[in-house]
């Protein structure tokens, strides 16, 4: 009994690194307070690789919090910089809708603050482009003068992942 539970111990304390764990992931330099993400050993890109990757965001983030889905993209950034994806490769786009709009919205719109304002910013910074479905926006009463700066607006969603398509822009599945 005592080998068995010692063998088991020693394949246990074995396997233990193989195992990733939050503390493995790392934080990047595109999104430097955001979006940390595991290095991949072994992986790598053919030099030279463009991204351009669209991003669909209609939940709103809880009232307190960073939306995850900005983190999502703060990730991405993050990953594929470190993958030596060049800045001038590497595109970003979030149409936001529905709910999430709340998390694009000043200080003074929201009438609190707006846990989403640092991840914004260097998110845009990073030159992640965000843009407001319109009808959305309509629907909530909400006017431009009312979004963080660098936020811009579209007439809709469907027509602002259509002209993402257009210019090359894949639709991230999650």
Known sequence: MIRIILSLS????LSAPTL???DDFVPGT?????GVYAPVTGVE????TRMKIAFDVSEA??????????EMVARSTNLHAAKGVAPENLSAAIVVHGGAGLDLLTT???GAENPNAGIIAQLLAAGVTIQLCGQSAEGMDIKAAD???GITMSPSAITAHALLQQQGFTLNPF
Do not use: M, Q, S
Not at 30 to 34: C, E, K, L, Q, Y
């Open 45 to 48: 890109l053919p030099a030279g």
């Open 20 to 22: 990733a764990g939050r």
């Open 10 to 13: 020693i394949l246990l304390g």
């Open 108 to 110: 003074e719109a929201r």
């Open 147 to 149: 979004l963080l700066p």
């Open 61 to 70: 983030g809880p009232t307190d919090a960073v939306n995850r889905k900005f």
């Open 30 to 34: 595109a999104v430097p307070d955001f």
